[in-house]
């Protein structure tokens, strides 16, 4: 046994929301989310030593060294904690998640599923440490090595679907201190809580975000109703927009509706289906899953962008982009709450029409009163019948009401922000270039966000003045040279072509449709 180690002590808190499943469901939802036997929320350690492990910038001889071959010759000199909730979650949100049969872009039959997020704000303790062997190189490799990891946990994204921007930590209160049990001294400070803090590593700087990575930032205002929905239940309304927790100005606990990423991640998947499919020729059948159409190799670009599921761990991939969750301005929870419970209105017998407003039209009235000229955020209670196709006429029991939300400023919602991170490979380029070909349909208005895009509603207006993108420093695109750069959404399209964008999306389209005809 080594009698040295570093020890890193920290507060992580989510940026956005969380999930990391446990065992078993919940009485709310069908995937819960994973709890100490005290009850408390907890990141696993494995979660956190995987990720830390995939981020730390070090050769990759270090990181097989300190974290573990994969032949487990030795174990890991890098032990992570369990981190467990220091903040406590007062609001467990739940998400209601739905398949999409991508032959007839319906919801798939069989998959409807429910799971526990921890929302933005909750902080988790975290302790890390570096206990290098008697046989280990010096002691500076030690501090690489804890100076990395300390570096890395600024980046870190852990738990499910962090490709559609969940799980994304912020990192505080980073302490290390070094622990020396060769003396009699060491061994008592130890004990006592007392090992020397050490400053330099301490404050070792985040690893820049944007290392080696594009993030394009979309700022955006809606022309219509735009929401995700989920069913409401003894409401006027049959659905309603989906709302997530948030930290308010004075610290206490808000709401804010919100887009997730996979909403719009899924619009823009689909979108760029039907560019490469048209450009290629690729057709879809029913008696050819799509999957495994993906497999055959037809799509490279799209799968390298967007990643496939697979049935064994080696047929799944990655994809190399990822999309934030887009809130909304938020808004004091005791409002919304009068809106989301609002008693449903009943009739006084059969054939009489209730004359006074309803609860649910009273509670949204001031909720815009109270919001509208603040944030620019309002919402519309309304409600759809369904014609009976045969008669012309409206159909018997089929009255559905909707809570749409609605807003007239380019401020009220978050900029739709997506990252794409280079792969290393010969299909980065071609990649990008599908990426910008969907972003640019976006930014002309052809995609559609949310719930009912096929009844009206999901317009956006994008200024493409107003577009950023910034290119990372380490970021490689074809043979241009790394640099950083902030640029617009013209000069972007420039940097694009000057880096053979074009004629690498034009090559990978002839060899899919040389490959389809074969």
Do not use: C
């Given at each position: 046994m080594n009698a040295r180690r570093w020890t890193i002590t920290a507060t992580v808190t989510t940026a956005s929301e969380l999930h990391l499943g446990g065992v078993g469901g919940h009485e709310t939802a069908d995937d819960a989310l994973a709890r100490d036997g005290a009850g408390r929320l907890v990141i696993p350690g494995t979660s956190l030593a995987g990720v830390l492990r995939r981020a730390v910038d070090l050769e990759p001889a270090l990181v097989n060294h300190w974290f573990g071959p994969e032949n487990a010759d030795h174990a890991a000199r890098v032990w992570v904690s369990d981190a467990v909730e220091t903040t406590e979650a007062t609001v467990i949100d739940t998400r209601t998640h739905v398949g999409i049969d991508r032959f007839t872009g319906a919801a798939k039959d069989g998959i409807l599923y429910t799971t526990e997020v921890v929302p933005p704000g909750i902080g988790f303790g975290v302790e890390i440490r570096v206990v290098p062997l008697p046989s280990d190189p010096a002691t500076n490799d030690a501090r690489t090595v804890v100076s990395a990891c300390i570096a890395a946990l600024h980046s870190l994204s852990v738990g499910a679907k962090t490709g559609s921007g969940r799980g994304r930590l912020a990192v505080r209160d980073v302490m290390v201190r070094y622990s020396d049990l060769s003396t009699p001294a060491g061994v008592l400070a130890a004990l006592r809580g007392q090992d020397p803090v050490d400053a330099d590593l301490g404050a070792t700087p985040a690893r820049p975000a944007l290392a080696g990575n594009v993030v394009f930032r979309l700022p955006w205002r809606p022309d219509g109703p735009v929401q995700v929905t989920e069913s409401w239940a003894d409401h006027e309304a049959d659905r309603g927009p989906i709302t997530s927790s948030c930290v308010l100005e004075d610290g206490s606990v808000g709401r804010c509706f919100v887009i997730p990423g996979t909403s719009v991640r899924g619009a823009m998947r689909s979108h760029a289906e039907r560019i490469v499919r048209t450009l290629t020729g690729v057709r879809t059948t029913p008696d050819e899953a799509f999957i495994d159409q993906v497999r055959a190799g037809d799509m490279e670009a799209l799968v390298h962008l967007f990643g496939a599921a697979g049935a064994e761990e080696d047929d799944a991939c990655r994809g190399a982009i990822s999309v934030s969750d887009v809130r909304s301005a938020p808004f004091d929870a005791a409002l919304w709450r009068k809106v989301r419970n609002a008693e449903k209105r009943t009739a006084k017998n059969g054939s009489e029409r209730p004359t006074e407003r309803s609860p649910a039209a009273v509670a949204v009235d001031k909720f815009n009163e109270s919001l509208h000229g603040s944030t620019g955020l309002w919402l519309d209670l309304v409600t759809r019948n369904a014609i009976d196709r045969w008669t012309g006429g409206t159909k018997d029991a089929v009255l559905f009401g909707?809570?749409?939300?609605?807003?007239?400023?380019?401020?009220?919602?978050?900029?739709?922000?997506?990252?794409?991170?280079?792969?290393?490979?010969?299909?980065?380029?071609a990649s990008l270039a599908l990426l910008t070909i969907t972003l640019r349909d976006l930014v002309d208005g052809w995609i559609a966000l949310g719930h009912g895009t096929t009844r009206g509603a999901g317009a956006v207006t994008i200024d493409p003045a107003a577009v950023e993108v910034s290119v990372g420093a380490q970021a490689r695109i074809g043979d241009r040279p790394p640099a950083a750069t902030t640029c617009d959404w013209t000069e972007w399209l420039d940097l694009l072509d000057a880096a053979g964008g074009q004629a690498a999306w034009t090559e990978a389209v002839r060899q899919a449709r040389t490959k389809e005809t074969a």
């Open positions: 909707t809570v749409e939300v609605h807003a007239d400023r380019l401020d009220t919602w978050q900029p739709i922000e997506i990252t794409f991170t280079p792969g290393g490979t010969d299909t980065d380029l």
